[in-house]
């Protein structure tokens, strides 16, 4: 069957988590750093189909299709490993330890941003033609986005902050779920789709996920975005990574751990006492 029952995928899951904390610092940088570049693509495509178009749900349409090349390819994004190298510790698989999962977050963290920051300055070369000219519709869509998802909720002060950590954890569970998703299926097709529906979602609804936003502000800033890298950090990247932790692993991953693998006992069925 080209389908896994909840209790097959959710091992997969383990098994994931397992793998990433013990893979050697030199292929989870190259791997996250691919991850962070190839998603930085797709989010300053979704921007230009939208700005072209003028059709913003067009975009979120076509914004998947990053998140899928990354996801086949092997790559890793902080948002999937926040969800599944705690499993492995909670499963406690052999070597597994919080410091080990600290290092992947960490060697992920570095590489997602690298990429990342690597197409930001790609992609504002291209649009300024070397920076000799403005940046355009797009450049300028994209210096707009930054300010408003910086000073706008900087405007809210501990609300904004706190709207920009629900964001976060919102985003996370639909991206994990798409995650899971890919993990439900064993053919090419049936991972796209899987992993296409929840990703399509957080991109339209204007949910905050970390590694976009390591594109996406950078990218801002080089293209006259009227923000300093503190208020980035501290009005979105920050909250932004901390609601990711904590909607993966609570709405995704413990929810399917819980009850596939460490399920609660049975009930047994009471049956009549006939006289």
């Not at 070397?130 to 405007?155: M, S, W």
């Not at 009850?259 to 049975?266: D, E, L, N, S, Y």
Request: net charge neutral; glycine share 12%.
């Amino acid at each position: 069957m080209s389908y896994l029952v909840p209790s097959e995928f959710v091992t997969k899951m383990v098994d994931a988590g397992e793998s990433k904390v013990h893979m050697s610092t030199r292929d989870t940088l190259i791997r996250a750093f691919m991850a962070g570049a190839i998603l930085a693509l797709a989010a300053v495509f979704a921007v230009t189909v939208a700005v072209e178009t003028g059709s913003f749900l067009l975009g979120a349409v076509l914004f998947p299709v990053g998140f899928c090349m990354l996801y086949l390819m092997g790559f890793d994004l902080l948002t999937g490993v926040f969800m599944l190298t705690p499993l492995a510790l909670l499963d406690r698989r052999p070597g597994v330890t919080v410091h080990g999962i600290l290092r992947n977050w960490g060697l992920v963290f570095v590489g997602n941003f690298a990429g990342a920051l690597t197409v930001a300055v790609m992609m504002a070369f291209v649009l300024t033609y070397g920076f000799n000219t403005e940046p355009g519709a797009v450049g300028e869509q994209i210096a707009g986005v930054g300010e408003a998802r910086t000073l706008g909720y900087a405007d809210y002060g501990l609300a904004g902050w706190l709207t920009i950590f629900v964001r976060g954890m919102l985003c996370n569970w639909m991206v994990s779920m798409g995650v899971v998703g890919a993990m439900i299926s064993t053919n090419v097709s049936g991972k796209v789709i899987a992993m296409w529906m929840p990703i399509m979602l957080f991109f339209f609804m204007g949910f905050e996920h970390s590694v976009v936003n390591m594109f996406l502000f950078p990218s801002a800033m080089m293209m006259g975005g009227g923000f300093s890298v503190m208020d980035y950090l501290f009005w979105n990247e920050i909250p932004t990574a901390l609601g990711n932790l904590v909607g993966g692993i609570a709405f995704t991953g413990l929810t399917l751990y819980t009850t596939h693998v460490r399920t609660a006992p049975k009930r047994t069925a009471v049956r009549p006492v006939t006289p």
